[in-house]
């Protein structure tokens, strides 16, 4: 379980989760990422035999980090990372960076607790974060359960590049980059990433053949799914519009995946993401 050297994940690791004695994912405070990237927490994650199932650093996508909570646009500032598309101008490189700050963490073996405040680059805070991350088995796997309450006190609005006029991209959530160079993608939807992209499949599996990924988010939420120059996936929070969060509002954001160092074909996926939801997902 290694990071490249150079890479945003040299440090910062806050607490590391552990199933059977295996650690299973590194929680990484974001402290030292570049301000340009979208300083943010993010994890780390491996399967029970020890393979790497995220990818942070990558040439393609620098700001892709691993697992992380990744919005593109709130109130027009990305905790995304990179450059920002604008309505008429394209993707440009603004200084509109957010950070997302550690206020305070619980952490035992298998979960941490976390309180973040999401602050925009002349320092006011947008959002208030509270977030657990478990980690379980699974019969032979290894189970991740994300779970995060957003909140703000003004109210805002959270939207995404396809919102703001372009076609398809509609990223931004609990997002999942993966290190896989080419991947299955199957769904209820179909086989393949355009049949899953957009859609609300109950589960989502992404396998590159050794280790596979099945995910379930809220009901309710598409999924945005990419695959060929890269392998990342999320429940997307703002796909035909803008989400808004009201200032009495909470809003849920959930992930829960069972990682199996094997193929899965779709009985498999259904059997593992019935087994998780039964397993409180």
Known sequence: MTVAPGSPADGGITATLSVADTPVAQVHDGG???????????????????????????????HHLALSL?????????????????RGAGSELLQNHGRQIIEAS???????????RWVAPGGAEQLRETRVLRASALQDGILLQWQSRLSSRQGISLGSPATNGRPGAFYGGVFWRTPFGSATVLSESGPGADAAHGSTSPWLLVSDGRVSIVALAEPGMPWFVRTGDYTGFCPAVAVAERRVIAPDEVLELNLCAVIVDAAVDVAAARRWAALAKEASC
């Open 70 to 86: 990744a919005l593109p646009d709130v109130d027009g500032v990305t905790y995304w990372g990179g450059r920002t598309f604008q």
């Open 106 to 116: 619980e952490h035992e073996d298998g979960s941490v607790r976390q309180d973040l």
């Open 32 to 62: 030292t990422v570049p301000r340009e990237l979208s300083p943010r927490p993010y994890v780390d994650v491996f399967s029970a035999a020890g393979r790497a199932v995220t990818e942070t650093g990558a040439s393609d996508h620098p």
